[in-house]
């Protein structure tokens, strides 16, 4: 008898549908998986087979073929266990499907239960637009299928679950007499189908575990710094901090996360959506507002932070989507996986091309990086001497290549904070304090811009925000004239000034905003900027 | 001087491993650069080799390189041409008569810019650490800017840090600077300083050098190059240096050669400045503590064109015409160079607006930015 379901397929942020074809015939007991399966997928043969035993169904001595159309499209993962399973359940007449048409979705466990699968969110998705109304997906995935609206989304715990799901309340017939009890590992019978909870955790899904938030009521001292952090986060400029080690660099890059305003809805959907294929979202986390925050370490390669593989998976820039990147050590980073970083940071997305096909991932996040002023990190130290050989401090310097640096909106010098404002001192605004300015900058900056930050401002819009203020143009080609700034430079220098300008609540960007909008350019002055100020 | 003899020094002189000692033993004991060369190329140079005085022979390897040069002298001046390079020996007038206190004077000094600034009749050495701390280097350039205002010539070494301070300092206040350099000019200074190079060979300064231009700088260069830099000036101020410094070592080599030392103290038990205490403790240095007492005792010792108690008209105010933020912000650099964390603290204006003051003073050229620290410059530097 030949059984058919749906199922779906992820490529890149994009779903495809995938119709699952079983045939149980007399013959030798064989079974074969046709329609351009990879290695992986050859292994769900074995998968199912156990899983369908271990779950107390039979597994036909018959000749099994299973078809996955259309045949064209090549197909990976393990998404598709659940429907082979469940089709051959059908097509041998241990079920009969009466419960409706339900795609199904998941990964089986050879005793039988549901594993979590990446990219849920925008297969069900796919399903949703093809009009499938009904779908079945593994219980920790329920909270991003839910996300997907028409659907009828149930979470599944095991292959008996979709089993019963398919054959409705009717439909049972081989089902009372073979079933046993699965024993999971904590001892406990296995759930029924998972009622729809209310209150999952938000999940920290971008969020990289041991980069625990920080309140910038904890950071003390570091004044200049932490106006940079809010210049850049109101206007999504990319900022570097350069400074000797213990200065408070990554303290401040992990108060990001609590500065910046939740993802609104869209927003919100294209993150999910991303977390979904990087399989983030498999733990029954709901994807939350948080904006991502990716902090990849120095030894990251180059398929980690462009993204890449063979399944061509999304790397760090695609994780960091609307959200932060931080690079911390940025001298210490690989150069080619650093010059690879320009294009998201110019285009706001990453082509991905290799011999197994060709992505585009969405990339528009901001970058923030630290570094050290030289190997040892005290180079320009008033306390504690440079232990490198001379020249090397600007070697160091030098693995960060011109045109990186370039894009790199906002560069400060942190010094070292001494002992007595550690201990004592005014007491620092906290992060919720900063995070409301920064709030209101960035609102006044959409409604002006047509719903973009100043960093993405064309440069034409940004050569018109000085306009009105003639003061601000003389200061403006001063600045350039003194060999400060290169004509495109200028439009970045315009695009902080405006942004200088919103979180003054100043309606035109003036003299003032353009002056300290170049104090956050040069700090590191000669050996990052300049080539001779001796 | 007879043109050939003229090309045979300036061949010997070119030829590695042949120094100034050397050089002058060998122009003895055959009676001039172009007899050496002649003795070479008959053999007799190998085999007398030079027994005079030390009883040293010249090494083969050196005979040999001789020999070569022997064959063609003119190969040393074509260098030469090549690089745009003038020379002064001994044997010209022009040769710089300071050079009279050195034991071994250079038998060809090569140079980039205007010879007559090392004949200047004021000329202040300032020389210190290649790693200063923000205070030190607005110091270099505060002496700098100071004693060129009396129009004394600046000479230092190119290096980074401290001499590069006191020469950009200089060529700002549009005064005359020499380098004296550790190497050949074919690596004329860190490469970061090329620009500042070329600033002081604009504003009439000089580049010079006793090496031939394709000569390395290597571990002896530097100091054998401090003797010439402490003999090319009247006073030598040594600003910041730690116990193991180059500075240390052109302030032993001016007391020698009689000149007038000054030492900038430091604290004690701080290591920037320890090489500074210690040649006050063990040398008759005299310690710098101002610029107006600098000026008195350099007038004592009848250095400068300044007499005691005359001062030159004060120039205007650069503060004037400045807002009360920049004021702050440039009265806060010129007591103390800070990052731009400290200048908040200490102006106590929002971060913003420091950021802002500081662009501006960069833009009145009176402040700049090294490594982090804001400092004063120009006219900034004739306050505090």
Known sequence: MLATLVTAVVSGLHGALVRVEVDVSPGLPVCHIVGLPDAALSEARERVRAAIRNAGFAYPASRITVNLAPADRRKHGAAYDLAIGVGILVASEQIRAGGGAWALLGELSLDGTLQAVPGVLPMVATLARAGQRRVGVPAANLEEARLVEGVEAVGLDGLDDAARLVAGPRGRRAMSAARRPVIGVSGLPAAGIAAPTGAAPEGRVALVSGLEPVDLREVRGQPFARWALEVALAGGHNLLMVGPPGAGKTLLARAIPGLLPPLDEDEALEVAVIASVAGLLGDGRRPGRRRPFRAPHHTASYAALVGGGPRLLPGEVTLAHRGTLFLDELAEFDRGVLDALRQPLEEGSVVISRAAGQVRYPARLQLVAAMNPCRCGYWGDPQRACCCAPGDPERYVRRVSGPLLDRLDLRVELGRVPPRELLGGPEPEASAVVAARIALARERARARNGGRLNADLSGAAALAAAESEPRARTRLAELAEAGALSARNVHRLLRVARTVADLAGAPHVDEAAILAAAGLRDPAGDRLGAADAA | ?384
């Open chain 2, 1 to 384: 001087m007879d043109p050939s003899e003229r090309i045979a020094w300036l061949a010997l002189a070119a030829v590695h491993g042949v120094g100034p000692a050397t050089f002058g033993r060998l122009v003895a004991a055959f009676g001039g650069a172009r007899s050496v060369l002649h003795a070479a190329s008959d053999g007799r140079l190998g085999r007398a080799a030079i027994k005079v005085e030390t009883g040293r022979r010249l090494p083969t390897e050196v005979v040999d390189r001789i020999l070569v040069a022997a064959a063609a002298p003119d190969a040393a001046t074509a260098t030469l041409e090549r690089f745009g390079l003038w020379t002064l020996t001994p044997l010209d007038p022009a040769y710089p008569s300071r050079f009279g206190v050195l034991e071994a004077a250079p038998p060809v000094l090569y140079g980039w810019g205007d010879p007559a600034a090392l004949e200047d009749h004021y000329a202040v050495g300032v020389v210190g650490t290649r790693r200063p701390t923000p205070a030190g280097r607005a110091l270099a350039a505060r002496v700098a800017r100071h004693v060129a205002g009396r129009g004394a010539v600046v000479i230092s070494g190119l290096a980074i840090g401290i001499d590069g301070a006191a020469h950009a300092a200089t060529v700002e206040a549009e005064g005359r600077t020499v380098a004296v350099i550790g190497a050949g000019h074919d690596h004329p200074g860190p490469r970061a300083h090329r620009a500042l190079l070329r600033r002081i060979l604009a504003r009439g300064g000089a580049v010079v050098s006793e090496l031939a231009p394709h000569a390395p700088a290597s571990r002896g260069t530097f100091p054998r190059r401090n003797r010439l830099l402490s003999a090319l000036a009247d006073a030598v101020v040594v600003v910041e240096a730690p116990s193991r410094s180059g500075a240390i070592n052109t302030g032993h080599h001016a007391l020698e050669q009689g000149r007038a030392l000054f030492v900038a103290p430091g604290r004690p038990g701080d290591p920037a400045t320890a090489g500074c205490l210690r040649l006050l403790r063990e040398t008759p240095a005299r310690p710098f503590v101002g610029l107006a007492e600098l000026d008195e005792d350099l007038a004592a010792l009848g250095i400068g064109p300044v007499r005691a108690g005359d001062r030159p008209v004060a120039a205007p105010d650069p503060l004037v015409d400045l807002g009360a933020a920049e004021r702050s912000v440039a009265v806060a650099i010129a007591r103390a160079p800070s990052g731009l964390e400290r200048l908040v603290a200490a102006t106590g204006l929002p971060p913003g607006v420091v950021g802002g003051a500081v662009t501006l003073l960069q833009l009145r050229g009176l402040a700049r930015i090294v490594d982090g620290a804001v400092l004063p410059a120009g006219p900034l530097l004739e306050r505090g």
